[in-house]
């Protein structure tokens, strides 16, 4: 039999244009926002099997007093973003970058007002086509639900992490004739970790502390004061305080009282086996076997990881302290209590509306709004963005949150508003040079001064 010649050969099939890259931007005001969003933003755009669109994700950090710091960027966690790919914006130049680079997908991880902002900021763009956008809360959500919930209306996506939320969500936007649809149930985008093992030999108890939650220093000098004598009562366990920030960094909310510094005052020093420590969650999540707190976001995920879990009521069960959202789950309890050896026992049913997903179900709690996602995209030319507040229905309350951010009332820039930065430019080095000086001295009125006036004034 002859042999095939080259010209014989069947035709070589040609390889499929690789599909373009998804462009997704995060834009957040917070060292804990940040994770949530940029967590938030792969768990939107996860492809299954060799097909699924390349992404490629933006970092910016609104610029403000809670500006997370390098170390609190490092600290969040793995979250598929290179720190060093992250910049600041101001709420005009991130407008700026969305109306030069083309997004597909922004995620809005920011307060209430800082949403409603960029809604507003987005939609004066008049792209022809614009960004899908998504938006959410962080964690759990006990105070001022109306007026967050309404600052984030008009997103094509507002995630609810439960479905207790999603519930409410709903009942909130349907009250007041809004449109509900963007309400999307989900779930918490940093749980995880191994489900609790207990080890031979470990005894590890952890306080997750909270920046604002209490308040007063009475009240914060107490839970220390108590954490300490649980150290001293149990001499063979390890008892850790977990911290949010440094003295000096923001984080989501103003720390005024640092237990750090507290702790320097404490009669009688520290016990050996009492420690403070900061870094991942997820990190002192793998060595805790009992985890107590006021009403941290911690506890969530430590109940996702079937943790022994404790939600103190030695303040009191009250709104301001956030407490009160777990009423119900039996996790309510005392230091007297913990002190003689209680743990509680989680409410499985209120546990399982809680979105922690501790059945095992999380794998599949991002599906729905994956989907949602993708057909949005798919869509074309989605319609203009139209949140519910307007210079019409609220006309004593929109101009002012705008023009925090340097917006005019119908969400174009303010004459004045800073431009985009120059790259290469002595000009925009020095302009940067300029705003690092000034947010160095804004941070320092806001962290050092201000708490020391507003004492004076209660003397």
């Known amino acids: 039999m002859p042999s095939r010649t080259s010209q014989d050969a069947e035709p070589a099939e040609t390889p499929a244009a690789p599909l373009p890259a998804l462009r ?6 917070s060292d804990t926002r940040w994770k949530w969003g940029a967590l938030t933003a792969r768990r939107l755009t996860a492809g299954d099997g060799q097909d699924a669109r390349p992404v490629e994700v933006s970092g ?26 992250v910049r600041e914006v101001t709420a005009v130049e991130f407008l700026h970058t969305v109306r030069d680079e083309g997004f597909d997908l922004v995620v809005l991880a920011l307060v209430g007002g800082g949403v409603q902002a960029m809604l507003h900021g987005l939609a004066a763009l008049n792209l022809p086509r614009r960004p899908v956008v998504v938006t959410g809360y962080v964690g759990v959500v006990y105070e001022k639900l109306a007026d967050g919930l309404l600052l984030r209306h008009g997103a094509d996506v507002v995630l609810a992490n439960s479905a207790h939320d999603a519930e409410r969500f709903r009942a909130v936007y349907e009250g007041v004739g809004a449109d509900a649809s ?7 985008p940093f749980l995880g970790g191994a489900p609790y093992q207990p080890e031979e030999g470990r005894d590890t108890v952890v306080f997750a502390a909270q920046p604002s939650v209490p308040a007063s220093r009475a009240d914060r000098a107490y839970l220390l004061r108590r954490l300490v004598e649980h150290a001293r009562l149990h001499p063979r366990r390890e008892v850790l305080l977990k911290l949010r920030s440094k003295p000096g960094e923001h984080t989501t909310h103003i720390e005024e009282l640092p237990y750090q510094k507290l702790a320097q005052k404490l009669p009688g020093g520290l016990p050996p086996n009492f420690r403070l420590v900061y870094g991942h969650m997820g990190e002192v999540l793998d060595r805790t076997d009992l985890l107590v707190t006021v009403s941290s976001t911690a506890a969530l995920e430590s109940l996702h990881r079937r943790i022994p879990t404790a939600i103190l009521t030695d303040l009191g069960v009250r709104e301001p302290l956030g407490n009160h959202h777990f009423v119900g789950s039996g996790l309510l309890t005392s230091w007297d209590r913990l002190d003689g050896g209680t743990r509680p026992k989680p409410d499985p049913e209120w546990v399982a ?13 991002y599906d729905t709004a994956r989907a949602k996602v993708a057909c949005l995209l798919t869509t074309g030319q989605l319609p203009p963005l139209a949140p519910y507040y307007t210079p019409a229905t609220a006309p004593g309350y929109l101009p002012g949150i705008l023009g925090r951010h340097h917006l005019a009332p119908d969400g174009t820039p303010l004459p004045g508003a800073a431009a985009p930065q ?18 160095g001295a804004y941070r320092h009125g806001v962290q050092r001064v201000a708490p020391v006036i507003r004492r004076m004034g209660e003397l």
């Not at 509306?353 to 709690?365: E, H, I, K, L, P």
């Open 182 to 188: 963007a309400v999307t149930e989900a779930a918490l």
């Open 353 to 365: 509306g809680q979105g922690v997903a501790a059945d095992g179900s999380y794998g599949t709690a």
């Open 60 to 85: 910016l950090l609104l610029r403000g007093r809670a500006t997370p710091t390098p170390r609190q960027l490092a600290e969040v966690g793995e979250v598929g973003i290179d720190a060093g790919r």
């Open 24 to 29: 997704v931007a995060v834009l957040a005001d």
């Open 422 to 439: 120059e790259p290469g430019r002595v000009r925009g080095a020095v302009r940067e040079t300029v705003r690092n000086a000034a947010r």
